[in-house]
């Protein structure tokens, strides 16, 4: 039987150079928290009961994840170090676990190396995941005997310039069996650059208690750096981008260009799909087959149909959009927007809470809101439901195969009956029936002999 997981996520740090007033652990890259890429990309993948040391702003973070009951929150309420944050978090994890510990501002370890680091505690190894870095600077740096093994962990500031020319570094992430790294952490002191209980300081107790301390290698840089600051937020988000466009193009979708796409949250799309640059998706998008999405598109809690196109510069948010549809370009499409198959939305359109039946058209210059169009329906350029009267919204209907001229004013609520037609530049106040023009303007006259007014000479 293998030994229960228990994840110790670090995450007391204030995260001073962010300049925020939020905690730097729900900082967000992709559209999540740095503290939710370590809960869902990290320890859960592990099967791992977690256990989260919070200090700075901890009411915040505890807030943020309220509806999750399995997290053990453990308050650090001085910062006195990673082995002194490590030392809260110990009493609720019994002798026989195997821990591992995490950086709640390190969002992109592989799963591969956590396993691998979980496998040799499991053997009874003190296993610790380091990197080769280019610039070690600041990094505590792992120092070796002639054989080569693990002797020890310095920190950069109480390093000497010997052991600073190191640059396979210490990325802070370990696992270990929970009695010996209790007795370890039970052991630490603060004699050192900084006064700080320095976890690293485990890896010389174990050398010296005979445990052997194994280094697992991390893939690059990139899948161990940490956030400090706005700049390293925003270098971790076009990682993050870059491995999610990777893993999409896997499975099968087209990108114009990987290094214009964002995708901050799920997306499943079909066969033969296409998304061309600058488009960010949000939440949940679900895409039919031979979907189409033109350049600059922001779409938010979508569902689109097979062989639909999206068209340049449309913001789509809470649509559903069915098949062999065509939208935009530059329409809006608000939450509670659904659209049936064929339908087609044109430039500088917004609709909210509108049904849309099969086949109908609304191309131009509209505001549809509140209403619910049967099918082939064509609604002309400027044409607005007046949906709100100032305290209530009404609804609008239109039946099948009406027309609506172009910049008629529906004032809600107001019902347009089957193949009823509407003349244009009508302000329809009541039902309009079916079969029958309505027109709702003033008559057209003209003035005979009627002359524009004059300048008058003397003033
Ligand atoms: C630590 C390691 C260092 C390693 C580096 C990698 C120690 C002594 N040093 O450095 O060897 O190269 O990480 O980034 O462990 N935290 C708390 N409570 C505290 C202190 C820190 O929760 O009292 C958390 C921070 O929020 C952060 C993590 O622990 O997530 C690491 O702290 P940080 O100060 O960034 O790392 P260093 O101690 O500088
Ligand atoms: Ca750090």
New binding site residues.
Partial sequence: MSKDLHAVI????QGTRMKSARPKVLQEIAGHSLLAHVLDQQARPLGAQVHV?Y?HGGEQVRAAFADDESLNWVE?AQ???????VAQALPGIPDEAVVLIL???VPMVSPDSLRALCDAAREGELAILTVEMADPA???RILRDARGAIAG?V?HKDADASQRAIRE????LLAAPAAALRRWVGALGNDNAQG?Y???DCVSHAVADGVEVRAIHARSEAEVA?VNDRIQLAALERACQASIAQAVMRDGLQLIDPARFDLRGRLVAGRDCCIDVNCVLEGEVILGDDVRIGPNCLLRNVRVGDGTRIEANSVLDGAEVGPGCTVGPFARLRPGTRLAEGARIGNFVETKQARVGPGSKINHLSYVGDAELGAGVNVGAGTITCNYDGVNKHRTTIEDGAFIGSDTALVAPVNIGRNATIGAGSVITRDAPADTLTVARGKQRSVDGWKRPSKKKDN
């Fill in positions: 670090l995450a007391a740090g040391v200090g650090q910062q006195l170090g990673t082995g002194h944050a950086y709640g501002d600041g990094y505590g962990i920190e570094v210490n990325t802070g700080e320095y976890l690293t940490g």
